[in-house]
T-cell receptor, first 112, second 115 residues
Framework: EDKVVQSPLSLVVHEGDTVTLNCSYE??????LLWYKQEKKAPTFLFML????IEKKSGRLSSILDKKELSSILNITATQTGDSAIYLC????????????FGAGTILRVKS | GAVVSQHPSWVICKSGTSVKIECRSL??????MFWYRQFPKQSLMLMAT?????????EQGVEKDKFLINHASLTLSTLTVTSAHPEDSSFYIC???????????FGPGTRLTVT
């Protein structure tokens, strides 16, 4: 059974801190790994990773995939209160049609 | 950016009744729409994938006769929860895509409460 596990489940930090969120996966026919930010309702796309070792960066957020370890990390530097959200990791598996398997998410709260 | 809407945003219904949830892609055509449910503090669980004009593909463990999906046009898919029970209470989110997997845009979700 395809599985995506995120850690920690929740995290509270102060503004300015750097955080690292983890995602590990076991899926059949891995195609890509995606990170989403879910603030109130709809998840919004952050990154898609397909190749090991290549960092994707967008402002204070960055992410990297390690296919050997079947994992990915999402880093957020100089956190702001607006970064408070649920961060979802999803893996695209191609068995039975392309679909996303989501992890349970990491709830991040940034205190001012 | 691509916008996906869902209606209603929340609904309360009595046990045994049916509820229809609409998912619309407002500014693009979606050949594929996905339906997820999300329990509190749990991940999005894919229920089914629907392609315009064809029958939906349901994930293992999802009853197709209970969760009826219709994808009649490139901009509209509906999920009908038939004979709803309290255990069907959940957050239902749709997403619509027309191309690459990362081009899957999520709706704001529908909170269903069955009393």
């Amino acid at each position: 059974e395809d599985k995506v596990v995120q850690s920690p489940l929740s995290l509270v930090v102060h503004e300015g801190d750097t955080v690292t969120l983890n995602c590990s996966y076991e899926v059949t026919n891995f195609r890509s790994l995606l990170w989403y930010k879910q603030e109130k309702k709809a998840p919004t796309f952050l990154f898609m990773l397909t190749s090991s070792g290549i960092e994707k960066k967008s402002g204070r957020l960055s992410s990297i995939l390690d296919k050997k370890e079947l994992s990915s990390i999402l880093n957020i530097t100089a956190t702001q209160t607006g970064d408070s959200a649920i961060y979802l990791c999803a893996v695209e598996a191609s068995v039975g049609g392309n679909k996303l398997v989501f992890g349970a998410g990491t709830i991040l709260r940034v205190k001012s | 950016g691509a916008v996906v809407s869902q209606h209603p945003s929340w609904v309360i219904c009595k046990s045994g009744t049916s509820v229809k949830i609409e998912c619309r892609s407002l500014d693009f055509q979606a050949t594929t729409m996905f339906w997820y449910r999300q329990f509190p503090k749990q991940s999005l669980m894919l229920m089914a994938t629907s392609n315009e004009g064809s029958k939906a593909t349901y994930e293992q463990g999802v009853e197709k006769d209970k969760f009826l999906i219709n994808h009649a046009s490139l901009t509209l898919s509906t999920l009908t929860v038939t004979s709803a029970h309290p255990e069907d209470s959940s957050f239902y989110i749709c997403s619509a895509g027309g191309g690459a997997i990362y081009e899957q845009y999520f709706g704001p979700g529908t909170r269903l409460t069955v009393t």
